[in-house]
């Protein structure tokens, strides 16, 4: 019985650096996902011990293929398969990123009183 061939940006959405197949094909078209410093197809077909440079929209990664995923699976099931291999200063970059990042949106039940606790204020205040 012959081998499953796995292409690429398959792989890179099975295991979940791509929300969908589409945005994984378009990085390769695009030469953000590299193997030995090369862009490579979206097509191409992925091998055990493969390494692979990616840069996402958040971050850049480096990772070793350890395991063939066909179809998209659960975050834990998925990090099995491959081998985090970004350097150190580039994870600190992202948490550093991460800690400083702000939305400005308000944290819930903190800030402006809901409308029953706006009333019951009132109600309150009226007294005095």
Do not use: H
Request: proline share 3%; glycine share 4%; with cysteine.
């Amino acid at each position: 019985m012959e081998k499953e061939k796995l292409r690429l940006d398959k792989y890179l959405w099975a295991i979940r650096l791509f929300k969908t197949r589409s945005a994984a094909s378009t990085a390769c078209e695009k030469g953000r996902v590299k193997m030995n410093g090369e862009s490579v197809k979206a097509s191409r077909v992925v091998k055990l011990s493969d390494v692979y440079e990616i840069k996402t929209e958040e971050k850049k990664w480096t990772i070793k293929v350890l395991g063939l995923l066909p179809k998209r699976v659960q975050y834990k099931e998925a990090v099995a398969c491959y081998e985090d291999l970004t350097p150190p200063e580039e994870q600190e970059r992202i948490a550093f990123q991460a800690a400083s990042f702000y939305s400005g949106k308000r944290l819930s039940k903190i800030g402006r009183p809901t409308k029953k606790e706006r009333r019951d204020l009132d109600d309150f205040t009226e007294d005095f």
